[in-house]
């Protein structure tokens, strides 16, 4: 049997117990922000006060504060829920961009002054967890399995609830695949003939990303590797191997970035998308400029916003060896319960809601094509998301940094990025770029 990845999510979304939910239709959020992210600290209340004046005067033990990087306009299901499940409480969001949460909330949390719930990484919560300003959760995350337990577990106890799983793939135009007379892609053969077929003889382009953030192009690449080389039972034990200086990037992943190379060489990925934000790469595939777009939950909906009448199938990253195919995903998000919240009982009675199906499904609504980490429990999908149906199956959904070590996942992750960021301006080699990741690596494992 082969070795399986353990941070790979083995909920299937097409088996286990499903949970009929109703229209797919119904779920959209009726309002999509394209930002991806609040860049200024924000306060939002739901319900009960109409400003923050009000909230001084509101009895403070039904005002509940929650801290979060998500927009507004990405948790609409989340607030319908907790409106109408906890209708004496007020639920204050308080948004802070992503770029700069984890430094404000760790300051907020060191002198007691941080929301009752907040968003957390599994790094946040283990973290956290050491510096006792997060509470111990195990009482209600019994029913998750134990790959949400070991991505926010810390000793023998888990610090978060999880959310639904993340998740990045291909989106593209069904419809335009059918008008222009391209072929949807099978593997990566025909993957790059139908990139060229749009780019040389429709004059469309054939991909939208953003490559500006360095931790998203290095997702370029690690999701190539995925299915060239995570999903090989060699290529799973990397991460192991790679924080105890056993492996190195230019010896174990050099031979099978020559896809990745191919996506530069056909001109999917381009030197243009290092400025392109990520508004601009759905104005561009909502627009018909391209035929395909890289994106997460946040971009489908933003994309159904958009274009509500847009026909939208799925892609998983392709490559030549290994499984062939796979795509990014995994429990990346938590919730966790501040240890000094002012309304800490109630804080946990909403999270301990959280962590039921109702709950789950309400977070799930939030990001369409995901699904739990409930044990025995499944959501239905839309059709959309039939063309990753087998990574699911298959279990070819991969988390590659979060297998290098906590000391090394962020850093690394973000220099593998900066430095392919380079390969693609041509302002170094691929070998020089992979020799100073290698070069990191060995930095942090002898500080």
Partial sequence: MKSRNPRKIFVSIFSAVAVLTGAFSGMIPTKASLSFGAENQEVHVLKGADSEA???????????RIGTWYTEDNLTNLKAYLAGEFPNYNFVFEYIGKSNYE????????????PDIIYVT??????????????????????????????????????????????????????????????????????????DYFRVVRKIRPLAASLKDPYGFANSALGVLSANYFS??????????????????????????????TLIEHRVLTADMYTIDGKRA?????????????????TYVAIREARPDMNIGTLPYFGTEGEGMAIIGGCDLGFALNANAMNYDKAKEVLASLARVKGQEALWKDRPGSQTYL???AFNVDEAFKGIEDCYKKELVYTPWMDWGQDLNRRVHYTYGRELQKVLLKRESLEMALSNVDKLVYEILHE
């Avoid at 009000?54 to 509940?64: C, G, K, P, Q, Y």
């Avoid at 430094?103 to 941080?114: N, Q, R, T, V």
């Fill in 54 to 64: 009000d909230l001084e005067s509101a009895d403070e033990t039904t005002t509940i």
């Fill in 103 to 114: 430094p404000i909330m760790d300051s907020k949390l060191s002198y007691k002054g941080a």
């Fill in 122 to 195: 599994g790094e946040m919560a283990e973290k956290h967890a050491m510096t006792g300003y997060i509470a111990n959760l195990s009482d209600i995350t019994e029913k998750f399995n134990m790959e949400a337990k070991v991505a926010f577990g810390y000793g023998n106890a888990v610090y978060a609830v999880p959310n639904t799983s993340d998740l990045e793939c291909i989106f593209y135009n069904k419809d335009m695949f059918t008008a222009k007379g391209a072929a949807v892609p099978t593997d990566f053969s025909t993957f790059i003939g139908a990139c």
């Fill in 232 to 261: 090989t039972d060699r290529g799973s034990g990397f991460g192991a191997r790679l924080q105890y200086g056993r492996a190195t990037f230019s010896d174990e992943l050099r031979p099978y970035m020559k896809d990745w190379e």
């Fill in 282 to 298: 759905i104005e561009e595939f909502v627009s018909e400029e391209a035929a395909m777009i890289v994106g997460t939950p946040e």
């Fill in 375 to 377: 044990e025995d429990t």
